[in-house]
Antibody, heavy 122, light 108 residues
Framework: QLLESGGGLVQPGGSLRLSCAASGFTFNSYAMSWVRQAPGKGPEWVSTIVGGGSATYYADSVKGRFTISRDNSRNTLFLQMDSLRAEDTAIYYC?????????????????WGNGTTVSVSS | EIVLTQSPGTLSLSPGERATLSCRASQSVRNNYLAWYQQKSGQAPRLLIYGVSSRATDVPDRVRGSGSGTDFTLTISRLEPEDFAIYYCQQYGESPYTFGQGTKLDFK
């Protein structure tokens, strides 16, 4: 199970930190991602972090502004969002990536959270 | 960036009928890393198919994925009321890992 929190209304240029509490699986064994969905649009991959936290990946649209991290001792995933823009307005989903072999993973999503809403507006 | 184009935009069918949804990629999908998701109103997406044709846990066998290269199809035979939703394809072979714009399956 994945439970997001931290969404809300923020002005352009502002910051938010999203959290995702994970349960029911061995958290540190899985890569985790954030995927967002703007109103009426398809989902959009945002960022992924490997199980140990040593590698991170970002979509170009958020690179340099968003930072993904995790605390495996607390089974929690984070997304620090800075310099927010109107086009970042979306539901943000915490997502678990399935494993590929013994140490790899796939960038599809086999478990989704319920999402937290981020609105960027003045 | 690989662009995924889904068709039709809306598919109107009745329970018991067969649904055929298309997903076309702007370039070949690496390793056939193509997934399908179902999303109901107000809910998160749910994984149905990965690797073009492998069903996810608890997905019934009347749901089938097929295709290769740039052309992929999701077929749902004998539609049940719970199948009426929006369906998205996703390629996860190459960054950025893009999704299609969706096909809405609604009641005729």
């Amino acid at each position: 199970q994945l439970l997001e929190s931290g969404g809300g209304l923020v002005q352009p240029g502002g910051s938010l930190r999203l959290s995702c509490a994970a349960s029911g699986f061995t958290f540190n064994s899985y890569a985790m991602s954030w995927v967002r969905q703007a109103p009426g649009k398809g989902p959009e991959w945002v960022s992924t972090i490997v199980g140990g936290g040593s590698a991170t990946y970002y979509a170009d649209s958020v690179k340099g502004r968003f930072t993904i991290s995790r605390d495996n001792s607390r089974n929690t995933l984070f997304l620090q969002m800075d310099s927010l823009r109107a086009e970042d307005t979306a539901i943000y989903y915490c997502a678990k990536n399935p494993r590929r072999g013994s140490d790899g993973f796939y960038y599809c999503v086999d478990v989704w959270g319920n999402g937290t809403t981020v609105s960027v507006s003045s | 960036e690989i662009v995924l184009t889904q068709s039709p935009g809306t598919l109107s069918l009745s329970p018991g009928e067969r649904a055929t949804l298309s997903c076309r990629a702007s370039q070949s999908v690496r390793n056939n890393y193509l997934a399908w998701y179902q999303q109901k109103s107000g809910q998160a997406p749910r994984l149905l198919i990965y690797g073009v044709s492998s069903r996810a846990t608890d997905v019934p066998d009347r749901v089938r994925g097929s295709g290769s290269g740039t052309d992929f199809t999701l077929t749902i035979s004998r539609l049940e009321p719970e199948d009426f939703a929006i369906y998205y394809c996703q390629q996860y072979g190459e960054s950025p890992y893009t999704f299609g714009q969706g096909t809405k399956l609604d009641f005729k």
